[in-house]
């Protein structure tokens, strides 16, 4: 019964076949995979390479148990990713009886890199499960109901989402108009709205930052919602680019926090929303670079087996050359990103999971500079491998569409592109003051 059912899905994979069997089959997860691990097995550690091959054979397996053909709900596979210890690998989370190794960022970079191969949309959702998971991991303080939904998120049995940005406000997190008005027995009732937070219509957790006077970001306050409260709704918007990922519009209505619940009271939301956005953009990133090795590999396949005027297209200058340069420039950037997380790592390492302010504010302008440039660079790698495709790299036969999509939103999300940029004209200021 099960072959009958890969048989049945293989034939509703795409609509109508443009690529010959002989290429579809050596574009296959297993020889993408393939390519990836010869690119990075000279400037990741053992350790390292070998949790990237475990992830690989976790994803392989999977795709085989289902019969997936990457038009399905991909929600659905996220207890099971969960249970295997690859929604996040940002922290051991012993702290809710876990003991991943390896953690830290390097290691996140490899979990992402493994699940964007097997299904882009997918690893931008969970992406936005970490989002959640990170400031519970900083500010549980040990409560029951915050650990419990710590651990539900880690191990895949529920979804988060992180609501910051308002209709009204896009780039500018400070001044909120969402409000959190305190109770006499220590809750809080928010009101208000949040917009394009990434699972927002699918989660069942939401890590929720609201101001107790309108446009002050001095009053911000942070609060962790289960989203089957009363005063909680949720609209999907309609992302072209991302058709399988749910993407929220949510609207807060005398939404009742109990105080267990309360992350952050009015005044200290703030410094709690700032310590995760560079760690938030760190995780673009990271995604950013997966999403290019993963056009570049489809590309490279491509190019070695499809002939024109009877020869391999990669033969030719017009295509062998601009391949080249973006796997130089993606090779490039790995190695940055990698250098800044093993930095973090380190950092994490010896102050016990927790950045100091200095450290996290000398790198904002590094997570800027790499979140800028990396979105920059994926859009560009994701377009010009799709163009060096043809026809196969515009069609559903492969996941060039999700790359394209995906990398398009790119330089919106986290902060937009100009946001960037102007934190970054902002550190070269700060740098000048200090001559």
Same mark, same amino acid.
């Given at each position: ?9 293989? *034939? %509703? ?20 995979? @393939? ?6 097995? *000279? ?9 990237? %091959? ?8 999977? #795709? ?23 929604? +996040? ?6 702290? &809710? ?17 493994? +699940? ?12 936005? +499960? ?5 400031? !519970?991991? !900083? $500010? $549980? ?33 400070? $001044? ?13 009732? &928010?009101?208000?709205?949040? &917009? ?17 006077? @309108?446009?002050?970001?001095? +009053? ?34 005398? !939404?009742?926090?109990?105080? #267990? ?10 410094? $709690? ?6 760690? #938030? ?9 997966? #999403? ?77 500079? !790499? @979140?800028?440039?990396?979105? @920059? ?59």
């Amino acid at each position: 019964m099960e072959n009958e059912n890969q048989q049945e899905n293989k *034939t %509703k994979r795409f609509w109508v076949q443009c690529i010959s069997d002989e290429i579809l089959e050596k574009l296959s997860l297993k020889n993408r995979y @393939k390519f990836l691990n010869l690119n990075l097995m *000279t400037v990741l550690e053992p350790d390292y390479i070998d949790f990237l %091959k475990q992830a690989e054979k976790f994803y392989m397996n999977l #795709e085989k148990k289902h019969g997936i053909t990457h038009r399905e709900d991909f929600y659905q596979w996220i207890p099971e990713i969960g249970e295997a210890g690859l929604v +996040t690998r940002v922290n051991k989370f012993d702290v &809710i009886g876990l003991n991943y190794e390896p953690y830290g960022m390097v290691a996140e970079l490899i979990r992402t890199i493994s +699940t964007d191969f097997f299904d882009p949309q997918l690893a931008m959702g969970m992406g936005a +499960t970490v989002l959640a998971v990170n400031p !519970l991991l !900083l $500010h $549980h303080d040990n409560v029951d109901v915050r650990l419990n939904a710590l651990k539900e998120m880690v191990t895949g049995k529920k979804i988060g989402c992180i609501c910051i940005t308002e209709p009204e406000r896009g780039s500018d997190a400070v $001044h909120m108009l969402t409000t959190c008005e305190e109770q006499p027995d220590g809750s809080f009732i &928010i009101n208000g709205e949040k &917009i394009y937070q990434t699972n927002g219509s699918k989660a069942d957790w939401a890590v929720v930052y609201a101001v107790s006077e @309108k446009n002050n970001g001095n +009053t911000m306050g942070q609060f962790l919602v289960d989203t089957s409260w009363e005063g909680w709704k949720a609209e999907r918007v309609n992302i072209y680019w991302t058709p399988r990922m749910h993407v929220g519009k949510e609207t807060f209505t005398n !939404l009742r926090v109990p105080k #267990e619940y309360v992350l952050a009271y009015p005044g200290q939301g703030r410094e $709690h929303l700032f310590e995760g956005l560079n760690l #938030e953009r760190l995780g673009i990133v990271i995604l950013n670079i997966s #999403e290019a090795w993963n056009a570049l590999s489809y590309a490279f396949i491509y190019a070695n087996m499809r002939k024109q005027f009877n020869q391999e297209i990669l033969k030719y200058q017009g295509v062998g050359f601009p391949l080249a340069d973006l796997w130089a420039q993606t090779m490039n950037l790995t190695l940055a990103t990698i250098k800044i997380c093993e930095l973090v790592d380190s950092k994490m390492e010896k102050f016990k999971g927790i950045l100091p302010k200095d450290v996290n504010l000398a790198l904002g302008a590094n997570a800027s500079q !790499l @979140k800028s440039q990396s979105a @920059k660079l994926t859009e560009r790698v994701c377009y010009e491998c799709a163009n060096l495709m043809g026809g196969a790299g515009a069609c559903d036969n492969t996941l060039m569409q999700d790359l394209l999509g995906i990398s398009r939103i790119q330089e919106m999300g986290g902060g937009t592109r100009q946001i960037q940029q102007l934190l970054m004209s902002y550190a070269l200021r700060r740098i000048f003051k200090m001559l």
